[in-house]
């Protein structure tokens, strides 16, 4: 018997400190609870009927661990020499190009937790709405320059001269 196998994922147990897979290689033989050696830092729960390569310790098929999966259907084509991305079954990935690197939420939102800050050294565009303080006022950037241009102060006892005058408080609600 060979040391290394390919067959496909049908089940996938992500409960426990390490994964296992049951892993179908040919109409005759599925076998279960392959543990799945990952790297460090990267997890994925593949789908069913992704590929796997397993590694049998001399050849016993008693003895195998799931050392690579991949997933032709969902994989990124045509990158370039060097370039990297980390991807998903629906569009969702981040890629790091020879320009630059591009984030797509596939259609979703994405969300930046538990930071003391987030800065960005570089200038900001945005072709959307920007909403500052959403959880407060709910007012978008835009709604806040229209009521700054809009916004006015009576000045009251104007005196000529060389009389200093400012405004009064606002009043207006935020």
């Known amino acids: 018997m060979s040391a290394l196998a390919q067959g496909l994922v049908k089940?996938?147990?992500d409960n426990a400190g390490i994964q296992f897979m049951q892993?179908?290689?040919n109409p005759l033989?599925?076998?279960d609870n392959l543990p799945r050696c990952a790297e460090y830092g990267l997890t994925s729960n593949p789908p069913e009927d992704s590929d796997a390569v397993v590694?049998?310790?001399g050849g016993d098929r008693s003895n195998g661990v799931v050392i690579a999966t991949g997933n032709a259907k969902y994989r990124m084509k045509q990158l370039a020499t060097g370039e990297v991305a980390i991807h998903d079954n629906i569009g969702?990935?981040?890629y790091l190009t020879a320009s630059g690197i591009v984030i797509n939420g596939g259609g979703n939102p994405i969300?930046?937790?538990?930071?003391?800050?987030?800065?960005?050294?570089a200038p900001i565009e945005s072709t959307g709405d920007i909403t500052d303080n959403c959880d407060t006022t709910g007012r978008s950037m835009v709604g806040d320059r229209e009521i700054f241009d809009s916004h006015h102060h009576e000045v009251k006892n104007v005196q000529g001269?060389?009389?200093t005058v400012s405004s009064e408080v606002p009043t207006q609600q935020e």
């Open 23 to 25: 892993v179908k290689f």
């Open 92 to 94: 969702q990935s981040i």
């Open 55 to 57: 590694a049998f310790a």
């Open 111 to 121: 969300r930046m937790t538990n930071l003391t800050r987030l800065r960005v050294e």
């Open 161 to 163: 001269g060389t009389s």
């Open 29 to 31: 033989q599925t076998i």
């Open 11 to 13: 089940l996938v147990n």
